[in-house]
C-alpha cells in the first residue's frame, strides 16, 4: 500500500520534493565544504609561508648580530656596544593565484643574560625575536588571526667549549725532524668535543681496555684535516671510536697568539725573568714575588780524583784538569700584597705560578708560562666530583651541580704542571703535584693533581719547541750532581772527577765526568744545573711517574703537549747536555730513578682523567679566548630556536 502510494501522482511529487530537497542540502554541503577546503588551503598557505619568511627574517637577525659583534672585535659580549637593534622590515605581499596576502615581520637583536635559557649559564647571549602576521589581501587588510612569533638564542664561542682543541697535532719535537705525530690511543676517553686544525691520529694500543684498544670519543670531534691510523694500527672502527660521529676537512678556526681579552680586568706587573707565586683562597689571593737575581759566573775548578771519600773537605793533590763557569741564579721571594678577583679576569705581565680553591668566576692570564704549583680547585665542588653534575655510570646529570664557580687559566706561552718549588717563607721544598708525596687530601692512591678550569697555552714561538702546549715540567730527570747533602757524600762512587769550588760560595764539591781527551763535558747521568726545578735532588727524591692528571674542564693548546713520555726517546735524551738545542743527557729511564710516592710506570710523566665541564658550554670564565674562523669573524652558536604565540611576543615587538 505504502509503495503503491510512492508511485501515485501525489506519491511522485512528493519523492520529486525529496529528492530536490536531497540535492539542496547535497549543494549546500558541498559548497560549504569547498569554502571550508579553500578557507584551509588559505590558512595553510600562510602558515607555511609565514614559516618560511620567520626564518628568513631570523637568518637576516643572525647576519645583523655577527656584522655588530664583528665591529666590536676584542670585546666581550656583554661589551658588545648595544642593548638592541631592530631590524627595517616591509610587508611582503603575495598573489598566490587562489588569493592575495600579505605577510608582516617585525625583528629585533637582544642582549641578554644566558641564564634565561640555561641552567648552566651567567654570560650573555645574543636573542634574534622575530613576530610575523599574515594579512588576506594588499591594499585593504584584514588580520585573520594566523602568526607566529620566534626566538632564536645565540652565544658567542669560546675555546672553553671543546673539551680538546689543538691547533697543530704534532708535537713540540717538529722542528727536531722528529716525524712522530702525537696521537690518541687506547688509555684515552674524551667526553666533550673535540676539534683539530690538523689530522687526527688514531693508535689501538695502551694497554686498556676502555674501548678494545681503541681510544673513545663520546662527543662529537671535528677536525680540519683527516682521522688517520697511527703506528700501523690499520683500519680505524669509527662507529666503535667515534659514537657521536666526526667531521674532517671543515674550515680551520684561527687560535690566537695573545690574551687581549684577559689583558681588560686587572692587572700585576712583573719584570721580565722574575716570577709571581699566587695562593688563592675564594674570591681572595695573595702573592709572592721571586726576584731573580743571576750572579757573576763561578770558577769550578776540575781535578782528578784524589781525595778521601770520609771527608769531604780534602782538597784535592793533583793539578787541576781544567775548569767550569757555572752560573749562579738566586731567588729572593718577597710578599707582594693580596687582593680579590670577582667575575672577571686578572693577568700577569711575567711568570705566573698558581694554586688554590676558586670562588666565583675567575680567569687568570699570564704573558709568560703559568706553572700549576698545586690543585686548582672549586670552593663548590667536593675534590674528585663533576662540577657539572655529570654521572658517567648512569649517563645523567644526577649528582650535585655547581652553578657558581668557573675558572680560566690562559697563558701567552705555555701551562705546565709544576714539579715542585721551594716555599718562600721557609725555603722548604714542596711537591704538591708529585704522586702522594704531600699526602693531601682528597687525593687517589696514585696522586698527582686536579685541576678544574679551562685551559688556554697560546704561545707561537720561533721554532716548534716554543709553541704554547698544556704539559708537565721536567721531562728528563736526572739525580742531582753534588758531592756533598746533608753532611753525607753521596754519588761519588765509581767515577773519577770531581770539581770543587770555594765552600763559602755555596757550591760545595760537583761531580764531573771527562773523556779521555778530558774534554769537560757534563756528566750524561747528572743533572745539568739548574735544569731540575730543585736541583740539586738526591736519586731517592728525583721522581719519574708522577700520578694522574685529573682533569675537569678543557684544553686548547697551540700543540699537542706531552703528559707522558717514554723515559728513552732518542729526540731528546741519548747522549750530552745541549740545553741549547734540547738534549738532556742519558735516557732518565735507565738511571734508576723511582716514581712518586704511589705512583707507578715505567716512564715519565702523568696518567689522564680527563672530564669535560659542560657548564663551559654555556658560560665559559670571564675574558675567556674566544673562537674565530679564519679571517676572523666569531664564530657564533646557536644554543636553540624556539616558535610561540603571537601573544608571548614582548611588548616593543608588538605591532
Known amino acids: 500500500m505504502k509503495i503503491n502510494k510512492l508511485f501515485s501522482d501525489n506519491g511522485y511529487i512528493a519523492m520529486a520534493l525529496t529528492i530536490v530537497t536531497i540535492s539542496l542540502f547535497s549543494v549546500i554541503a558541498i559548497t560549504q565544504i569547498g569554502v571550508l577546503d579553500s578557507h584551509n588551503l588559505a590558512v595553510g598557505f600562510q602558515k607555511i609561508q609565514q614559516q618560511h619568511l620567520i626564518r628568513s627574517e631570523t637568518s637576516r637577525g643572525v647576519i645583523v648580530a655577527k656584522v655588530e659583534m664583528q665591529n666590536q672585535i676584542g670585546a666581550g659580549m656583554v661589551d658588545a656596544g648595544f642593548s638592541s637593534i631592530e631590524l627595517g622590515y616591509n610587508p611582503v605581499p603575495v598573489d598566490a593565484g587562489f588569493g592575495k596576502f600579505t605577510f608582516k615581520m617585525r625583528s629585533k637583536v637582544y642582549q641578554e643574560p644566558s641564564s634565561e635559557v640555561s641552567p648552566f649559564a651567567n654570560n650573555t647571549v645574543l636573542n634574534i625575536s622575530s613576530l610575523g602576521k599574515a594579512y588576506t589581501g594588499i591594499n585593504n587588510l584584514t588580520h585573520n588571526g594566523v602568526g607566529v612569533f620566534s626566538k632564536k638564542i645565540l652565544k658567542n664561542q669560546t675555546f672553553a667549549g671543546f673539551h680538546y682543541f689543538t691547533n697543530n697535532e704534532a708535537s713540540i719535537n717538529e722542528d727536531l725532524d722528529d716525524p712522530d705525530q702525537v696521537k690518541f690511543w687506547g688509555r684515552d676517553e674524551i667526553r666533550g668535543i673535540v676539534r683539530s686544525n690538523t689530522d687526527i691520529y688514531i693508535q689501538n694500543g695502551g694497554g686498556t681496555e676502555i674501548n678494545g684498544g681503541w681510544p673513545l670519543f663520546h662527543d662529537e670531534v671535528y677536525t680540519s684535516g683527516e682521522i688517520k691510523p697511527h703506528g700501523g694500527s690499520g683500519q680505524i672502527p669509527i662507529d666503535q671510536v667515534f659514537r657521536k660521529g666526526v667531521t674532517e676537512n671543515v674550515p680551520p678556526i684561527e687560535f690566537p697568539d ?46 782528578d780524583w784524589n781525595t778521601d771519600l770520609d771527608d769531604p773537605d780534602t782538597i784535592p793533590r793533583e793539578d787541576s784538569l781544567g775548569v767550569q763557569y757555572l752560573t749562579r741564579i738566586d731567588t729572593v721571594w718577597y710578599q707582594n700584597g693580596n ?52 654521572n658517567p655510570d648512569t649517563g645523567l646529570y644526577d649528582l650535585p651541580i655547581n652553578y657558581n664557580d668557573y675558572v680560566g687559566l690562559v697563558s701567552e706561552k705555555s701551562i705546565l704542571i709544576q714539579y715542585g718549588y721551594r716555599e718562600p717563607e721557609d725555603s722548604i721544598r714542596i711537591k704538591n703535584n708529585c704522586g702522594r708525596y704531600e699526602d693531601l687530601d682528597g687525593d687517589t692512591a696514585d696522586g698527582g693533581i686536579y685541576i678544574y678550569a679551562a685551559m688556554a697555552a697560546l704561545g707561537e714561538g720561533e721554532v716548534s719547541m716554543q709553541d704554547g702546549v698544556f704539559s708537565f715540567q721536567y721531562h728528563h730527570p736526572h739525580v742531582g750532581t753534588i758531592a756533598r747533602y746533608n753532611g753525607q757524600i753521596v754519588e761519588l762512587a765509581n767515577h773519577e772527577v770531581y770539581g770543587i769550588a770555594p765552600y763559602d760560595n755555596g757550591w760545595g764539591p760537583l761531580h764531573f765526568f771527562y773523556r779521555d781527551d778530558r774534554e769537560m763535558d757534563w756528566p750524561p747521568d747528572f743533572c745539568y744545573p739548574y735544569y731540575g726545578p730543585l736541583w740539586p735532588e738526591t736519586r731517592a727524591e728525583t721522581f719519574m711517574e708522577r700520578g694522574t692528571i685529573h682533569l675537569y674542564g678543557s684544553v686548547a693548546q697551540r700543540r699537542r703537549g706531552f703528559v707522558h713520555r717514554s723515559g728513552s726517546d732518542n729526540v731528546n735524551t741519548g747522549g750530552e747536555w745541549d740545553i741549547a738545542n734540547y738534549r738532556y743527557g742519558a735516557h732518565p729511564r735507565f738511571l734508576g730513578l723511582p716514581p712518586a710516592p704511589g705512583a707507578s710506570g715505567t716512564g715519565v710523566g702523568y696518567q689522564k682523567n680527563y672530564n669535560y665541564d659542560n657548564r663551559f658550554r654555556n658560560s665559559p670564565p670571564p675574558n675567556f679566548p674566544e673562537v674565530h674562523i679564519k679571517g676572523g669573524a666569531r664564530e657564533l652558536d646557536t644554543d636553540s630556536w624556539y616558535l610561540y604565540r603571537v601573544a608571548d611576543a614582548p611588548l616593543d615587538l608588538i605591532f
Open 258 to 303: 695573545n690574551a687581549d681579552l684577559a689583558r681588560t680586568g686587572e692587572i700585576v706587573e712583573i719584570d721580565p725573568g722574575d716570577a709571581i707565586l699566587a695562593y688563592v683562597d675564594g674570591d681572595s689571593y695573595s702573592l709572592w714575588y721571586a726576584d731573580r737575581i743571576i750572579g757573576v759566573p763561578d770558577t769550578v775548578v776540575v781535578y
Open 339 to 390: 687582593g680579590r678577583v670577582r667575575n672577571n679576569s686578572i693577568f700577569f705581565t711575567g711568570e705566573l705560578w698558581l694554586q688554590g680553591t676558586f670562588s666565583g668566576r675567575q680567569t687568570w692570564a699570564s704573558q709568560d708560562t703559568m706553572y700549576l704549583t698545586g690543585d686548582i680547585l672549586l670552593t663548590g665542588t667536593e675534590k674528585g666530583s663533576p662540577p657539572d653534575g655529570f
